[in-house]
């Protein structure tokens, strides 16, 4: 009999055990959430030229205010207003590259550079392109130099903020003929150019090209004419 009890004992137990409910561990939860949300518009302030060598700071220089344009949206706020070249006897048998004369009264250079300062403050990140062209280099008595050029090289570009906005200085050769048609000197891609764009060209660089016997002994003068526009449509 003793052994038959213990078998039903052990019956008993495992049907107990096997009608105990069965709890669930929960799962656990480690990570979560947080929305952020943050809206611009964009500036409506003017902006004035700015330190060539910090765009991030306003000129303090007296030359900014020779070529100086302040502007809001897309606008060119500074290019140097003039280039003296000198004083020079004719060659009429070589072509001559002239630089440019730093003593000049006519030269108004900026820390030593010629400068060009493009500001977009539109908030589009659209891209927008800077072109050039030149005027017949015409003499006092109304004749034009044939086939004078103005190379311009390619500027060390430097923009506002901590990043940079994707500008690209180009070099050029601009025909000082009054022709339609002109050269990019300075743009920026659709999702560039935004803030402050700088473009700082050497003066050295920056050479009247002449043709042998195309001038005479007088005093020649040009204009550069820049164009700031939105890229083409795509």
């Given at each position: 009999?003793?052994?038959?009890?213990?078998?039903?004992?052990?019956?008993g137990?495992?049907?107990?055990?096997?009608?105990?409910?069965?709890?669930a561990n929960a799962a656990e939860n480690r990570s979560g959430n947080t929305d952020i949300k943050a809206e611009f518009t964009k500036s409506t302030s003017s902006v004035t030229p700015v330190?060539?060598?910090?765009?991030?700071?306003?000129?303090?220089d007296g030359d900014g205010d020779n070529g100086a344009a302040a502007g809001g949206d897309?606008?060119?706020?500074?290019?140097?207003?003039?280039?003296?070249?000198?004083t020079h006897e004719l060659d009429v048998l070589n072509d001559q590259q002239y630089k440019v004369d730093p003593t000049s009264s006519y030269t108004l250079l900026w820390q030593d550079r010629m400068v060009v300062e493009v500001?977009?403050?539109?908030?589009t990140n659209a891209g927008w392109k800077l072109t050039v062209t030149?005027?017949?280099?015409?003499?006092?008595?109304?004749t034009a130099a044939k086939g004078a050029t103005l190379s311009l090289p390619q500027g060390e570009v430097v923009n506002s903020g901590s990043e940079t906005n994707g500008a690209v200085s180009t070099a050029s050769e601009?025909?000082?003929n009054g022709a339609v048609g002109s050269s990019a000197v300075l743009n920026a891609d659709k999702g560039g150019g935004s803030g402050v764009t700088v473009s700082r060209l050497d003066p050295k660089?920056?050479?009247?090209?002449?043709?042998?016997?195309?001038?005479?002994?007088?005093?020649y003068s040009a204009n550069l004419n820049w164009t700031l526009s939105d890229l083409p449509a795509e």
């Open positions: 009999m003793k052994p038959m009890l213990g078998h039903l004992l052990m019956a137990t495992l049907l107990l055990a096997g009608s105990a409910p069965i709890v330190d060539p060598s910090d765009p991030n700071t306003p000129s303090t897309l606008s060119l706020i500074f290019v140097s207003k003039s280039l003296g070249y000198g500001s977009d403050v539109r908030g030149g005027s017949n280099l015409t003499g006092t008595d109304g601009v025909a000082l660089a920056l050479t009247l090209n002449i043709k042998a016997n195309t001038v005479k002994a007088q005093a």
